[in-house]
């Protein structure tokens, strides 16, 4: 189906969106396998301390943050099925990779550059499949649908991230780390084959913006994106180490409880925006999570570090998507993918931040501090939507009076 009509009903609409965010799915699935192994591996197998453990995580990150800009041209100007289709592959490869980074641990070094560029391959995947799935998904449904589409693509993300650290867990208790390995070139493979499957929709055609000028009219934007990812990005990178220094078990219950409770948010609320608009859920959205991080930082028993993880979980959901949709709409048609691109960057940037910068924190003052200071980071995204809020009602009242 094309370019569809705005028309479509909410359930159509579904209907077209859950078998491309599916993608997103298989993607994130991939990223979640890893995520509560790696940080050990590199600390306790390959005993490099946990700056390098943190980084080894978010060095995916990092190059996800300067693909983006190609993955944004990729969908504007080759299609996003095909932007789609490129990520796949680059995930697969990325297993390849991890695998082999795994049969090298008896040379941590090498380990380490091999596992590094399995990484900086799965961040080119991420940012193409992600950016990709979220235009294919608005071609088939129309522009009237943007944030059912961006919600629906983070709840597969997220729904991707829950289920693949408990699988990731599993498999490297029962066939070691080089399992995963084998398992993310295996899901990308099918992935690929099932994205052929799918027809395409059509190039948007007229005018295209520069990257720079959309990224310079998304900054504010993806400025509070960014600070309400640190406690993403803290909880992906350290929850495990967290754990492991109080002698807790089940780490990837957390993240699971994460996950799961940000697709709960998600399936709840999907329609807030539409309603409230999105800085005014943006708010909302950065007290819950501020308030799920500062229980991390102060819980005393598992429990309660369960219970911080999921209202994390919980108010990030709606994050991306509110200040999404503002950002999306700063831009003409042409250049949706360019501003998704953009605006996304600043979800990398902090999580490739937040890796070494929370390794030191938590070195210095123990890892209860890391959560702490993504509170911190949470409260100022919750400042910079207010900030924009205000913006937009003086622009729309100046409007009015015109």
Not at 109 to 114: A, T
């Amino acid at each position: 189906m094309s370019a569809a009509s705005p028309a479509l009903s909410d359930r159509a609409a579904t209907a077209q969106i859950v078998p491309i965010v599916f993608f997103t799915f298989i993607c994130y699935l991939i990223i979640g396998l890893p995520l509560p192994v790696l940080p050990g591996f590199v600390q306790s197998e390959l005993k490099l301390g946990s700056v390098l453990a943190g980084a080894a995580v978010s060095v995916q990150y990092a190059a996800t943050l300067f693909s983006r800009a190609h993955a944004g041209r990729f969908s504007d100007t080759l299609g996003p099925k095909r932007a789609v289709m490129i990520g796949l592959v680059a995930c697969a490869a990325s297993g390849v990779l991890l695998a082999a980074a795994v049969a090298c641990h008896a040379w941590p070094g090498i380990s380490l550059v091999v596992l590094a560029a399995s990484r900086l391959t799965l961040g080119f995947g991420e940012s193409c499949v992600g950016t990709g799935a979220i235009l294919w998904g608005i071609g088939r449904v129309g522009a009237s649908h943007n944030a059912r589409v961006i919600s629906w693509n983070g709840i597969a993300t997220y729904g991707g991230l829950a289920i693949g650290a408990p699988i990731g867990a599993t498999l490297d208790h029962a066939l070691g780390p080089w399992a995963l390995g084998a398992a993310t070139a295996v899901l990308a493979v099918l992935g690929y084959v099932l994205a052929r499957r799918l027809g395409a929709v059509p190039l948007v055609h007229g005018e295209r913006m520069g990257y720079a000028s959309v990224f310079m009219r998304v900054l504010p934007h993806g400025m509070a994106l960014g600070l309400g990812a640190a406690g993403f990005g803290s909880i992906a990178t350290f929850i495990a180490l967290y754990y492991a220094a109080r002698g807790w078990p089940h780490a990837a219950l957390a993240l699971t409880l994460f996950g799961s409770f940000f697709c709960l948010s998600r399936l709840l609320f999907h329609n807030s925006i539409r309603i409230y608009g999105g800085f005014r859920v943006a708010l909302v959205s950065f007290a819950f999570e501020c308030a799920g991080l500062v229980t991390l930082w102060l819980a005393g028993t598992p429990d309660a570090a369960l219970v911080g993880a999921a209202v994390t979980g919980f108010g990030f959901a709606l994050v991306f998507p509110s200040l999404g949709v503002e950002a999306v709409e700063l831009v003409p048609p042409a250049s949706r993918g360019a501003a998704l691109a953009a605006y996304s960057v600043f979800f990398d940037l902090s999580l490739g931040i937040m890796g070494p910068l929370a390794g030191y924190v938590a070195g210095e003052f123990g890892y209860p501090s890391v959560f702490f200071v993504s509170a911190i980071a949470a409260a100022a995204g919750a400042f910079v939507s207010f900030s924009l809020y205000l913006r937009q009602a003086r622009d729309r009242g100046i409007a009015a009076a015109l």
